[in-house]
């Protein structure tokens, strides 16, 4: 083999080496089967991060299996309406940003799907109820997988640590595709979800945030099926000094013999 040859081939298998050491550290993202909503939907690994609060446990099974949380057609505004729960941002290591909001839900028989969602967040009111609007994120796009919908923010939130709210609201023409319900569930934590329908199209006197089951009497189930993702960033740790070396004493020279 000439040495023209011989170089040709090292250099193939060095960029061979390379390739192997360069394809694990590829970003995997999860593929799922979905449907995907809304103008320029997100891959659903876009909401990256893991789990800062997790109520998707013990969903209700029996009626009424869900609340009304919607902003409808403007012919049909009187009848927007809001649910909300609350979730807890812990202390920990490192400033948390949340990233997203993952619900179960479900249509009226025949409707959907809902055009796009918006997510609004609130700090902890009097009463222990949603208070002053802190982040409203509108007409997102989502990744439907019923009964799951997985809503993506469109940058990370921060927040400090501290008792928030979210309100998750489909936005949803009710001519022709009906209503958006999210699921109930049966296990409370902190305080019961709240409800709210400014316009008092259902003429319940919620004009303003309420406690669901006090708006509607059926509404026995306390709490809302949801999640809420988002990581933590910050500084690295400050590395400990080395001890400082101490000084040897001199030793005393020794008398001559």
Request: proline content about 12%.
């Amino acid at each position: 083999m000439s040495n023209k040859a011989q170089s040709v081939q090292i250099r193939l298998v060095q960029l061979g080496c390379l390739l192997v050491m360069l394809f694990p550290a590829l970003p995997v993202i999860p593929r799922a089967a979905a449907q995907r909503n809304g103008a320029g939907a997100l891959p659903i690994g876009d909401c990256f991060g893991s789990a800062f609060w997790d109520q998707y446990d013990n969903p209700a099974t029996e009626p009424p299996v869900g609340i009304g949380s919607q902003q409808f057609e403007p012919a049909m505004g009187a009848f927007d309406n809001q649910a909300a729960d609350d979730f807890v941002i812990g202390d920990g290591w490192g400033a948390p940003y949340i990233t997203g909001v993952g619900v179960m839900g479900e249509y009226s028989a025949g409707g959907g799907p809902a055009s796009s969602f918006n997510i609004c967040f609130y700090q902890n009111g009097a009463g222990n109820l949603p208070g002053t609007l802190i982040a409203a994120f509108m007409n997102l796009p989502y990744v439907e997988t019923p009964p799951d919908f997985l809503i993506c923010l469109p940058y990370p939130f921060f927040v400090s640590p501290g008792t928030y709210w979210v309100s998750v609201q489909a936005r949803q023409d009710s001519n022709p595709n009906g209503e958006w319900f999210w699921h109930n569930r049966t296990v409370q934590s902190n305080a019961g979800a709240a409800w709210q329908n400014p316009g008092d199209g259902y003429g319940t006197g919620c004009i303003t945030w309420n406690g669901k089951s006090a708006c509607m009497a059926d509404q026995v189930w306390p709490d809302q099926v949801f999640q809420i993702l988002g990581f933590r960033e910050g500084p690295l740790p400050t590395p400990r000094p080395f001890p400082a070396a101490r000084p040897r004493p001199t030793p005393a020279p020794r008398p001559s013999p």
